[in-house]
């Protein structure tokens, strides 16, 4: 799949905390067993860890996953900062924190061709954050036989949902984002991205195997004092808008040019989504 450099997953963690929708988790909590098994799919530098091993109770084993050995070395390194406390074990770690003790492997492995094989074990709960919009409808269904096969509870958030706001407005908004759209249904590594359509998708395909299925809204609020994680979001919006040539050069530069100028705001939009298999059903109270 197409690289995240760590500098730019540490850019974006605090705003995908932050709009996480905080019903789902809690329902997540509730249907896991103790001590729970949870593979991250996708992992990144471990922000998705971050963001719910404080819900999951005092005993979690984590298995993280990744195609790319410098952001699983960029994972071991954070995650030893943000515990408080640290025990090596094997090739893994064991994080403490808030009264958890969390043991952590690290896996390097290409997820775009065998999905499958990141499931060892039987885990509890398969997981991922900001992944299923870059991936086919293919590979989502392959995703979804998997974790059905092994029975775990599924949980992704932050996957794009194609609305965006940005203010004040410009002319060129709606020629940008429909660039944009065109830009991200290429391949981005696990077949043509499924973009916008990815939660849908991921709905379709867990109910197929029994599942109930629940989703939310998990926009990022991006005010005028979040220039740090705008600005790179902007540009590289009209970036990718450019380089689909349904947009000049011209209007990308100047749609771009106003996206940073102070004052300006955006609401992206996300969904989170929570599938729970038959055995056993929690509602978030929606």
Not at 54 to 72: T, Y
Not at 118 to 123: F, I, K
Not at 149 to 160: N, R, W
């Amino acid at each position: 799949m197409s690289g995240f450099s760590p500098d730019w997953l540490a850019l974006r963690e605090p705003a995908d905390h932050a709009a996480r929708d905080a019903g789902l988790v809690s329902a997540l909590a509730r249907a896991l067993p103790e001590p729970v098994r949870a593979v991250d799919l996708g992992c990144g530098t471990g922000s998705n860890l971050r963001a719910l091993a404080p819900h999951l109770g005092p005993r979690q084993d984590w298995v993280l996953v990744d195609h790319d050995p410098a952001l699983l070395s960029a994972a071991r390194l954070r995650l030893a900062a943000w515990a408080e406390g640290t025990e090596a074990a094997g090739d893994g770690l064991i994080l403490h924190r808030g009264g958890a003790r969390i043991a952590v492997r690290f896996r390097a492995l290409d997820l775009a061709a065998d999905p499958e094989a990141a499931l060892v074990g039987r885990p509890d709960l398969v997981t991922a954050a900001a992944l299923f919009d870059l991936a086919s409808e293919r590979w989502i269904a392959a995703v979804a036989e998997a974790v059905a096969g092994a029975g775990a509870v599924f949980y992704t958030a932050l996957t794009y949902d194609g609305q965006e706001r940005w203010a004040p407005p410009h002319p060129a908004d709606a020629a940008i984002h429909a660039a944009f759209l065109a830009h991200q249904a290429g391949d981005k590594g696990f077949g043509p991205a499924a973009g916008p359509g990815a939660t849908a998708a991921l709905e379709t395909a867990f109910r197929s195997h029994g599942y109930a299925v629940e989703t939310a809204a998990s926009p990022w609020r991006l005010g005028s004092d979040a220039a740090a994680l705008r600005h790179p979001l902007a540009e590289g919006t009209a970036r990718a808008a450019q380089e689909t040539g349904r947009v000049g050069a011209a209007e990308a530069a100047a749609w771009m040019t106003a996206r940073l100028a102070p004052g300006t705001e955006a609401v992206i939009g996300h969904r989170d989504l929570l599938a729970l298999p038959a055995r056993g059903v929690a509602s978030s109270g929606r």
